[in-house]
């Protein structure tokens, strides 16, 4: 069964400021996708990012991008100048790629504080 | 796009009744849904897994005469929580998958916080 971890339970930045979350899994799969959900203190669950394990091109969006490295099973976090709104608990999950599992396997999450 | 709501945000019932919670993609077809809880400062745990016009497939441990899934279109799937206690009281989350991202993102609502007496 795939895994996905977290190991920074809590992270801090200063606004502005640059911040990377981890994040691990595991799988024997060679297809599959990888996400960055934010829930924010509303408790809605936002879609940050995105990453096809086909692509080795790392994804972006905007101030958001990750470093994917396949072979370390490594899915990290960037989030550049940081704001004061990029405040909340961050996930990372896993799901099979075509044919497998729909389901999404979810980190524990990483509460990220942004001081002013 | 990709938008999911869930109806209602919060509830609050007697114990040893039910409580029906609606999940609805707005703006795209989801052939299927997910029923999460989360507990406190808890990641999100997977209940169901719910096909338009078919029996929805309920994660070990899950009891499906409790949670009852019921999801009849491509945009609305309901999940009713019977004979409700305390131990229920929860945040209720459900996701759709399809969208803007591709058939293999899920979007999520917003969630319905439930509270039993």
């Known amino acids: 069964a795939q895994t996905v971890t977290q190991s920074q339970p809590e992270m801090s930045v200063q606004e502005a400021e640059t911040v990377t979350l981890s994040c691990t899994y595991d799988?024997?799969?060679?297809?599959?996708?990888l996400f960055w959900y934010k829930q924010p203190p509303s408790r809605q669950m936002i879609l940050v990012i995105r990453q096809e394990a086909y692509k080795q091109q790392n994804a972006t969006e905007n101030r958001f991008s990750v470093n994917f490295q396949k072979a370390a099973k490594s899915f990290s976090l960037k989030i550049s100048d940081s704001q004061l709104g990029d405040a909340a608990m961050y996930f990372c999950?896993?799901?099979?790629?075509?044919?497998?599992?729909?389901?999404?396997?979810f980190g524990k999450g990483t509460k990220l504080t942004v001081n002013p | 796009g990709a938008v999911v709501s869930q109806h209602p945000s919060w509830v609050i019932c007697k114990s040893g009744t039910s409580v029906k919670i609606e999940c609805r993609s707005l703006?795209?077809?989801?052939?299927?849904m997910f029923w999460y809880r989360q507990f406190p400062k808890q990641s999100l745990m997977l209940m169901a897994t719910s096909n338009e016009g078919s029996k929805a497939t309920y994660e070990q441990g899950v009891e499906k005469d409790k949670f009852l899934i019921n999801h009849a279109s491509l945009t609305l799937s309901t999940l009713t929580v019977t004979s409700a206690h305390p131990e229920d009281s929860s945040f209720y989350i459900c996701?759709?998958?399809?969208?803007?991202?591709?058939?293999?993102?899920?979007?999520f609502g917003p969630g319905t916080r439930l509270t039993v007496l």
């Open positions: 996701s759709a998958r399809g969208g803007g991202g591709g058939a293999d993102t899920q979007y």
């Open positions: 799988t024997s799969e060679s297809d599959y996708y």
């Open positions: 999950a896993y799901r099979s790629g075509w044919g497998g599992s729909e389901k999404l396997v």
């Open positions: 703006d795209f077809q989801a052939t299927t």
